[in-house]
């Protein structure tokens, strides 16, 4: 008798696990020549926003002033060809949680559309972006230039795919921006969904353990320290014992707010203009413009 | 002279580095013919595993309903060949620790019935990851579809990772279970200890910054938000100052538990059925059934 | 008509994002025949250095008590010569933030030195990190056996990256280092500035959202767990508004501290010998030698 | 002066290279949407092939009996999908080739059927394959064993390519077929044209310079040494002196004949049944049933 | 009417392509275990030791003079795995084929010890190979230096895999050999049987179309053009009309013969000691020595 | 006794192949910082080139005639610092071999001015390629499109490879063109040495075999045959015996030559213009102008 001749466990399990009945709802039924969501392509798609975005410091190429059009030319090109696949990728996926029925065609006609308004953004997005980078450079005294910022703050990582992600949803696209967060998250520990609404001159310390609610609203000029959540508080549910969906649940942050290491905030309350929040602390009311709130000394 | 030569510095690092001394202790002596322990191995297992579980959300294919079984079939053959090599992997690691001496056939041939009896759980862990997926989606206002929980959320990554972990970890697979759950943990900063018991419909929220240690007992349907540290107060040392390894000295979380972010609960307390513990605070006391603890207002 | 054609929104955001006035700040200009700074070759440098450290845990060879030699000797070469590749990119980079201007022949002499240096403190660097592990084992019941922590333990993974980004600061190269240490922050979630200073015996439990900043000195045998920061509290601004660089900032904690989860240490105060800091709490004032301060009881 | 800086020499060639007059007819004007033929794609074509029709010689996975179905059923899937993609591609160019016009989706439901039907001639290629291994092995005294012939000689690899592209061709797909046959030309020096028609039980021995012309007639148990050639003579020009193209030109060899190396054979002639050519001749005209031609002694 | 839905096809050749009837002979049934021919880990031992044999010409690594024997050490060890992996999977294969059966673990140490001994070879191969590049830079005046003809003639390239496959099947290494000619001659269009014994300083200029069979016995000196077949003229057959196998029928050639481009050589003659075989010509009898043949003048 | 330990056998052939004396001559003694020349480079190289002289045949993006200028210019950049680090490699290993020593930094600057100058050449190079695609279309019946040729027909790999190499042999740049013919040689088995001379349209059918030697003078309108060889008939000796390099020994052809398949011309005679030289024949004196030479009858 062989000992290594267990395929009948392997047998059965193969034919237990392909019992429909036993992966329903956890199988993506996957129609013929739809594109896949796939993070490959999504971090392809990232890595080229970058390197478009801050020519140089991203990408394998030795680009220089005379050849940055030749660079950025392809870069879109590529960008623009992956961006249509993946927003198809998505939007098959939204209609088939829709329960809506659209022809290929014109979900890829669609998806053209979207990539390119994409791209018409891309301009928008640097300028918005360098004031993310002006205000990480000039509030960290160790920061020595605005190349190390770039290269290797996880803040910008985290902002950079929070503004792709977030001008993808505004276009409609679905699924795709959740992943492109979810993967700076993975990458910096710095949770921002893209449904959240964030003015310039953005800026995140250190950054591990943020959580920033679908339904905020931040302000210009506006600092987070690591550990800091604007969560909501509670949700009200519906007639099934259901959460209901977008209801605003998420802080408002004013301009030229300061939220320190490892702070909560809770639910639709607002932080007034200039106020700062102390380290550790729990806050579930308003706080007034200017204020500033800390935890009770030991 | 050439100012590059710097080879006497390199000769002479090498011979400091390769002297038998100055490894003791941080050598692993690889025994000719074992298998390595192998992060490469194991994440293509964790993935193979997701693909079985979820069929159509990973894995390069384009799987649909005619074609689950072949797929289904050929990831589970090429699981189990991975398997019975990384199982082998930890069996020989463990040898090594505990001084014993087994023949390698046999390490193979145990190896391939524990990869067996791992693969024979599959349709089981595929029954309590659905509800891990249902706690996600009816918690989360965010969520738009089961979808975009399977395909994205970090805890769905980890807790799959537990549960991988923990059935091999109860076959008595050393070293590997623990190599997975860290997996995870670098890429979604939940860190589940895979000697942990948890329930069905378990979900984090967010997650970043939790901590489930080894000896933690959680019920069904507990909900936990990012920053939680279920943790040891203290620990007993032997005659020699060393911690004593294996004794409960993690919380216990009954059914129906919610635990907000940041608390941290140490020792082996428990939280009684359906109390709540609110956010940012310190607890090393029993929580009665139902309770509801929070920090101070400020 | 073509509904596919939205070249003329393309060639529009070509242009734009082409034109040096929209990216001034944002770029990198490489100057001909200087190496980049290169994650991919980081990576490398890190896990050379690992081989080299831990013989036998990392890399893809089968190390045996024969061929540690061979194995070190081709580590180092290759080390070495990756070394001086991003040694020369980090001063390249740092010369153009200085609007010095050196020669290349001449950056390229100083980063073999600079690599030489380095690979001679390596011995010292394994002794250091022995203790760094030992610590580990001893303070973690959950440990089993040195190999486990060496092979998956998040902390020796970012100490490690630490202890290496800090020889490279000392020796003056720039960039680079920061670049090191953030890797192990995105991998592990832990933020080690590589201009604190570690003694012996360190170690973090869990690790995920600990922050140790640049000015920070950590005497022996001190232990922080998850969430920890060690931060700056406020730092004075120069004639411009700007904050002033290289000030002392950040914590001092002497020999044999503890500090549990979520404890927020923050501006140059002074944690005295063998003190104890609780958890979730906000200390931004000395701690006498011997002290235990705790978060208020609820 | 910077004697590096040559980047006016680099403009103008760019410049003079994007001239379209400067590549007409050498470039492959693209349509939006359209796949492109892929080498890399044909090879997996080729590959996945011979992983189906000859199962555990090829291919990744350990297969046996057991799982034998699982892995044809995914191979065949994927080849199906990479057939219909690069089937496509080969139409899109051919239509290009023929001022044709034809609608995208047509195009893939056309390349789709095509691939179906393509699959559905496996189990006859897989038949008549099967009589080449066997006349390859009862032919040549250094053969091993089957297992030998499948896996590494270079007629098989030429006489697959060749089956599955003349295959392909017959289906009526363009360009696509002449790459897969001038794949396993690079790969053996055999280069057999997709038109040719080859009965069963067909070898090569050693194979390198055989040619083997787009109109041949091949008969059954015919066996080719190395560098022999069944080419035309000349050819009919049309009233532009271009080649007028699909004329037979080609030798036909009836079933039992014999070519010895290098020998050549040019022009629509007939060498009868049970022929032997001998090698290093030059033939032109037919050869009776039966006779054994050669070269003059010398 | 879902035009695309081809399931019945494929589904119908799946089951044909599965149905163990239809495979027979063709099929590789793996032992669970057993390692598998690996065309790319033959490809790497040939890699490896063109890198030992040759230092400096192959392979990745920088090697010079200091670095040597860490390389030659890495190297060795290097291949001594794989080769015991690949000699292994070339036993089990012969095994098979001979109806005999081993144990795995014997087959293992035999591999292993073969492997060893192989290795032990290598400095006579390192020996006799450097013959081969004498005479192929004393016989070609196009050639600059050693180095060209190292790293760039496909003479040395195809006469290096059969010195090593040669070494192998000495050894009683089944199959492998074979597979590592067959490269060669993939690569070069020089088809050396591993069986052939040859002296030292051979060279093959150009090399495409060499062919030279499994019993052949070359001299020292000796010089072939491209297109020389050394090839057997008839086979006995035996009682079932099948060749019988391991009868001597390929040519011999004593020291210093040359013979030029296209020429083919045929049975068991022998070319007498400095015998010159001029081009394009056919022989089947025995050339005496010092002898001149030629094709006849036009 | 462990039947596994021959470490005394892999230790003693470590030190044997590590002893200089075992390796000289057949080691590149490589020094520190030069660049080696690399295939992997030489290859990307050929690949670069291709896909800036075909726009849309090569390379992985889809170029259209909106984006041709960003794409050559991208890769006109990365060809030109490709071939800095490769013509420098080749300068190099030219300097070892004459026992010259040039300065590293005027190797580089060398290697710059040949590379702006080799891509200055490019526009020219698509010219004469153009014509070369021409002549293969028109000559071979079985052509379907441009594009079949400049996508599969080994002629114009092997040819675009020669002229590129030739191209970089007339700027003096050693070794590099010798090792990108070889490529081709390998991949059509077709060797034209980079120092011959070939006008315009010349095209080659089949090519298998195919040999041109150093000294060889094409003329325009030149086909060749597979299996063509256009060699040396002998050479000079000097005092040592060795062969005089640089002498004119290989053919002349003239313009409008056409040579049959297997055909083998040797020294250095004329074919006059228009001749024709019909297969399998032997050549070794002069063919006069329109000359329609063959083989016996048989």
């Known amino acids: 008798m062989d000992s290594f001749d267990y395929s009948h466990i392997l047998t059965k399990a193969v034919d237990e696990l392909s019992d429909s009945r036993s992966y329903k709802g956890l199988f993506h039924q996957h129609k013929e020549g739809d594109p896949l969501p796939s993070s490959t392509s999504l971090q392809r798609i990232v890595e080229l926003s970058r390197a478009i975005l801050f020519p140089g410091y991203f990408g394998n190429s030795t680009v220089n002033k005379h050849t940055v059009p030749y660079h950025i030319g392809v870069n879109v090109e590529c960008l623009y060809n992956l961006l249509i696949e993946q927003i198809q990728a998505g939007l098959c996926f939204g209609q088939e949680n829709n329960g809506l029925k659209i022809q290929e065609e014109s979900s890829r006609e669609t998806a053209a559309l979207l990539a390119a308004r994409f791209i018409g953004k891309l301009p928008e997005l640097r300028r918005i972006l360098a004031t993310d980078v002006e205000a990480a450079y000039y509030g960290d005294p160790a920061a020595t230039c605005f190349g190390e910022i770039i290269?290797?703050?996880?803040?910008?990582?985290?902002?950079?795919?929070?503004?792709?992600?977030?001008?993808?949803?505004?276009?409609?696209?679905?699924?795709?921006p959740r992943i492109i967060t979810e993967m700076a998250h993975s990458e910096t520990g710095i949770d921002i969904h893209p449904g959240?609404?964030?003015?310039?001159?953005?800026?995140?310390?250190?950054?591990?353990?943020?959580?920033?609610?679908?339904?905020?609203?931040?302000?210009?000029?506006?600092?987070?320290?690591?550990?800091?959540?604007?969560?909501?508080?509670?949700?009200?549910?519906?007639?099934?014992?259901?959460?209901?969906?977008?209801?605003?649940?998420?802080?408002?942050?004013?301009?030229?707010?300061?939220?320190?290491?490892?702070?909560?905030?809770?639910?639709?309350?607002?932080?007034?203009?200039?106020?700062?929040?102390?380290?550790?602390?729990w806050v579930t009311e308003d706080v007034p413009e200017g204020a500033k709130i800390a935890q009770h000394k030991r």
């Open 151 to 176: 290269s290797c703050y996880p803040a910008i990582r985290a902002i950079s795919n929070y503004r792709i992600a977030h001008e993808l949803l505004m276009l409609g696209v679905p699924l795709i």
């Open 196 to 281: 959240a609404q964030i003015g310039h001159h953005f800026t995140i310390d250190h950054g591990t353990g943020v959580v920033i609610g679908a339904t905020c609203i931040i302000g210009n000029n506006v600092k987070l320290y690591q550990g800091v959540t604007l969560g909501a508080k509670s949700f009200p549910l519906d007639d099934n014992g259901n959460p209901i969906k977008g209801i605003p649940r998420h802080p408002i942050l004013e301009n030229d707010v300061i939220v320190y290491s490892n702070a909560t905030i809770l639910g639709r309350v607002t932080i007034g203009r200039g106020a700062t929040v102390g380290g550790n602390i």
